[in-house]
């Protein structure tokens, strides 16, 4: 089970950090990733981290001003948002899946079989 806090409302320029915890004994086990969804649009790939954190993957859209890690020893996924533009306002999701293979990451929605509740994030001009 994930649970995502740390939305809320803040300046354009400005920051926010995005916390995932999750339950379970198998955390270190899980890419994880960042997706965001605005009403009426499909989900949008954000950024993912590999099980041991070793590899990133971001979007376009975010990249230089996002960062993903992770703290395994405390099940908890982050999403540090840096340079925040009102085009990033939106209910962000945290997603997890299972990962075989410790390099793994997706830009794939599908790919996730565990989601989080999501978070707004609003950025006023």
């Known amino acids: 089970q994930l649970q995502a806090s740390g939305g809320g409302l803040v300046q354009a320029g400005g920051s926010l950090r995005l916390s995932c915890a999750a339950s379970?004994?198998?955390?270190?086990?899980?890419?994880m990733a960042w997706f965001r969804q605005a009403p009426g649009n499909e989900r949008e790939f954000v950024a993912a981290i590999s099980t041991s954190g070793g590899v990133t993957y971001y979007a376009d859209s975010v990249k230089g001003r996002f960062t993903i890690s992770r703290d395994n020893a405390k099940n908890t996924v982050y999403l540090q948002m840096s340079s925040l533009k009102p085009e990033d306002t939106t209910v962000y999701y945290c997603?997890?899946?299972?990962?075989?293979?410790?390099?793994?990451?997706?830009?794939?929605?599908?790919?996730?079989?565990?989601w989080g509740q999501g978070t707004q994030v609003t950025v006023s001009s």
């Open positions: 379970g004994r198998t955390f270190s086990r899980y890419a």
């Open positions: 997603a997890g899946r299972y990962a075989s293979v410790s390099m793994w990451v997706s830009s794939e929605p599908t790919q996730y079989n565990s």
